[in-house]
């Protein structure tokens, strides 16, 4: 701090509290009852009061999502999404799925391997080893099956162009 005789002191910084994570169940909005409402109508969503608790639970099961609507203790209707004490649910749900079927850079089951295939069944991410290769007719194009559960792989788009044709973009 500078004084107007120009003496100054050095003060401390404050401290910054440590970042709470974003899907913690305490806090004011873990104090209220909370309604929620599904868009889809073969939900299974009943329009019931729940705890923050139960919601996370609801969103970690897939039965509440980020496009359903919620509304806090009679208050006004508004996408799941536009509550920032719903959204740390949905990045542990993310994470979740990592965890689960693994990602870009792993395999679900070999965690070492990248893979190239995902498959949009059992949305697990597949590495060579994983799939079956089992084209429509003998010689034909080839056509990567699942290993659990036989459903054709989508192949991934890999990286950047940059990276898939080396050369490409050589300075002369």
């Given at each position: ?31 209220f ?54 959204m ?21 089951e070999?965690?070492d ?60």
């Amino acid at each position: 701090m500078v004084y107007p005789g120009g003496h100054t002191q050095l003060l401390e910084a404050p401290a910054r509290p440590a970042a709470a994570p974003s899907a913690e169940l305490t806090g004011p909005a873990a104090q209220f009852q909370w309604e929620v409402r599904s868009q889809k109508p073969e939900s299974a969503i009943t329009t019931a009061t729940h705890t923050l608790a139960e919601l996370r639970e609801m969103i970690l099961t897939e039965t509440l999502f980020e496009g359903d609507y919620a509304r806090v203790e009679g208050g006004d209707w508004l996408p799941v999404r536009a509550y920032p004490a719903l959204m740390g649910f949905f990045a542990e749900l993310v994470e979740l799925h990592r965890q689960r079927h693994g990602d870009e850079e792993h395999c679900a089951e070999h965690r070492d391997r990248e893979p190239g295939w995902r498959c949009p069944r059992c949305k697990n991410y597949l590495c060579r080893d994983c799939v079956k290769n089992q084209p429509l007719i003998e010689g034909g194009a080839p056509r990567h099956l699942c290993a659990v559960c036989g459903t054709e792989a989508q192949p991934l788009k890999k990286g950047p162009l940059r990276k898939m044709v080396p050369g490409l973009f050589k300075k002369s």
